[in-house]
């Protein structure tokens, strides 16, 4: 039974009862939707539409119809509702009479859809806050634990410079500030009450707005009732700071398939977060990451989904934003499942620290400290940037590294090259050099991890984790 008969005299086909229905998606707002009935329920007492009495029977019944359901909420779906709106309206008036009746006096589903949506997402970003921190401190262990491993840094993935492991996990970890902080913007922005909003044009009813928002815990009331119906900017949102961090995910994912493949061998992912192949058994294949890249591309097309959804749409509610739901909630969910399996990817991690000291030594990403060498003698940089291309060169004919070259090699190419060149070019003194704020020197880098301790211990208070 619908809650909105009165007016129609032929029943619904049966199809398009199934096509309209939302439960199946909504029905994980139930505490969302009680907990906006309870503030409902308050804010119709102090208005003196309902009585006191109506007021405490409605809200002790709200919370009983929510326990009966708070550890199965699937028990939901057994009913025939056209959404958890009507569900909750009918149990409170299945359960209560003609009292229940009330709790919808001056609402729609409209401003309540809208609410419901926002509390949840609310929690939702304190949820996904508290695994970014999460992740953001196994990679700041991981780096603690290797401030002394050289590892090569890449461009256009060729070896270019030098870099501390530590560097690299912090990069991560900076990338998921922003996220976090992007959060914070847009949890601060949504956290504004629609309800009382009515179905567009505000409610009948002397309702004080801004109570009814504190009491659902939320800043302050919207202005517009028009917006507030028909507002899903705060998903288009979240979907994009989900699709922004996912794609740092994804490049997170990418980088350790690549230290892990065969050809590099940088790293060894754990057996944990591997899996085999059933025709070849020597191999072990980074499944989590793997599937965390691939994962990336639902969370975009979600995001595209509800830009798609709201294009166009004339103001204000219109039923095309009842498909706002999925789209979020898949999105949100793979999110949190892709930043909780990265930690326990980092937590396993281990590194075949003499490996990357070697790769990087062969790989001549010394070289532009022997073109600075050669600076520092006078030599101009476009010339030495010549002469050491030239020493490289010589370098790979004869399949030695640089440090491998006699210092009568070095001086075939350039006489003023003397035999302090070794302490230039070896990989210590190429990382510490680099010791200006944000540069991979040892020095730089354990300041950067000291600044990120203090900066998970800030996160941690101030989402109270
Ligand atoms: N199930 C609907 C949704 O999710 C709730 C709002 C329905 N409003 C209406 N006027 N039919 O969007």
Redo the contacts with the bound molecule.
Sequence with gaps: MTLWGGRFIKKQDKFFKEFNN?LKI?FILIKYDIQGSIAWSKILLDSKIITHEEQRKIETTLNLIFREVKNDPKKILLSDSE?I?SWVEKRLIYILGDIGKKIHTGRS??DQ?ATDLKLWCKKAIITVQKKIINFQESLINLAEKNISSIISGYTHLQKAQPIIFSHWCLAYFEMLKRDFSRLKDCLQRLNVSPLGSGALAGTGWKINRKKLALYMGFSKSSNNSLDSVSDRDYIVELLSIASISMMHLSRFSEDLIFFNSGECNFIELSDAVTSGSSLMPQKKNPDSLELIRGKTGKVYGDLLNILVILKGLPLA?N?D??ED?ECLFSALKVWINCLKMSRIVILGIKLNSKICREASEKGYSNSTDLADYLVEKGVSFRDAHKISGKIVLYAIKNNKSLLQLTLKDFKKFCSIIDDNIYQNINLESCLNKRNSHGGTSQKQVLKSIVYAQKYVLRKRKEIKI
Excluded: A, I, L
């Design positions: 939302s909504d959404d709106h589903r409209n859809v509610y039923k934003m009842q739901k």
